[in-house]
């Protein structure tokens, strides 16, 4: 980690915590260890937040200015489309300051994906948003803290919809993601840990084929290939805690199959990881917190771990 290095962090939704969050970890001497941060956002909703929270503004040298709005109009804690525009516009600036080289990393603040909708942005998130906007085309979400680390197979899609969307060739993609970031953060040879869909892992096939001719196939290449991987586990006991000291990473094959666990363990400092991207993206864990917007009472906690995530990465 060097502290010249610079580390975008976008403001996310103006209306949420987003603002305070950034106004914080800007403030925490331990950021200014790790990078010199850039918030990609508002000047003014900034300065607004600063006086009404009696927080430090932060020099102009550390905000790309982003001014998409009339700081006045914004109401803290409500859906706004204006906020979803702006929000996009945080994003897409760092994006484009990322794959310039002008920053060596993104760490991201919340949006809100019914202020994106209302503002006419039809993606369901920052993950979506990362990949169209970096051309990239296997990407995987990586949910990182000191306790856990999984990855999924599927993301923000209707559990109805879970099944049809998990192949073998999805599952290797997350698999193979997950390793080479592992790699990237000193692990030379992870070992994982693939959950499998159905109750107590289909129980051969009386539950469900996907473990058979799906997961089983995925965990078996991936050990053909020379990657550590045990599976299909159950999933409602893959997350143990003698399981968790025998594995580096797990694969989850929907959203809440790994967010459950990862959040009971690590909801204050868990982040979120995009892999597959040709830029470092990494995100709080939590959401814009509409209902304790703008009261001065935000953690930053998972945003200042979000940019250690990232400084590690771009190191």
Request: proline share 8%; glycine share 8%.
């Amino acid at each position: 980690m060097n502290p010249a290095t610079p580390i975008a962090i976008t403001m996310g939704d103006p209306a949420g915590i987003g603002p305070e969050l950034c106004l914080r970890a800007l403030a925490a001497p331990e950021v200014r260890k790790l990078c010199t941060p850039i918030i990609f956002g508002d000047t003014g909703v900034l300065r607004r937040l600063s006086e009404r929270c009696n927080l430090p503004m932060p020099a102009p040298s550390n905000i790309h200015d982003c001014t998409t709005l009339d700081t006045a109009t914004i109401t803290p804690g409500k859906i706004q489309a204006a906020c979803g525009r702006a929000a996009y516009t945080y994003i897409e600036s760092a994006i484009k300051a990322a794959l310039a080289g002008r920053v060596a990393a993104i760490a991201t603040a919340p949006l809100h994906k019914e202020a994106l909708h209302r503002a006419g942005i039809r993606h369901p998130g920052h993950t979506d948003i990362l990949a169209e906007l970096t051309g990239a085309t296997r990407i995987c979400m990586m949910l990182a803290a000191e306790e856990l680390i999984v990855s999924l197979v599927t993301i923000h899609v209707g559990l109805a919809q879970v099944p049809n969307l998990i192949t073998t060739a999805h599952i290797l993609d997350a698999a193979e993601l997950t390793v080479a970031a592992l790699r990237k953060l000193g692990r030379p040879d992870p070992r994982l840990i693939v959950c499998g869909l159905n109750p107590h892992a289909g129980e051969g096939g009386l539950f469900g084929r996907e473990e058979i001719e799906i997961i089983a196939p995925a965990v078996a290449e991936l050990r053909r290939r020379g990657i550590h991987a045990e599976g299909p586990l159950p999933p409602d006991t893959a997350f143990v805690p003698e399981r968790r000291k025998q594995a580096d990473a797990y694969i989850a094959m929907y959203h809440d199959q790994g967010l459950i666990p990862f959040k009971m363990l690590a909801f204050e400092h868990g982040v979120n990881i995009t892999l597959g991207l040709p830029i470092v993206r990494t995100s709080v864990d939590h959401g814009t917190a509409f209902d304790i917007a703008w009261q001065g009472r935000a953690s930053p906690a998972s945003l200042i771990e979000a940019i250690r995530w990232a400084a590690r990465l771009a190191g």
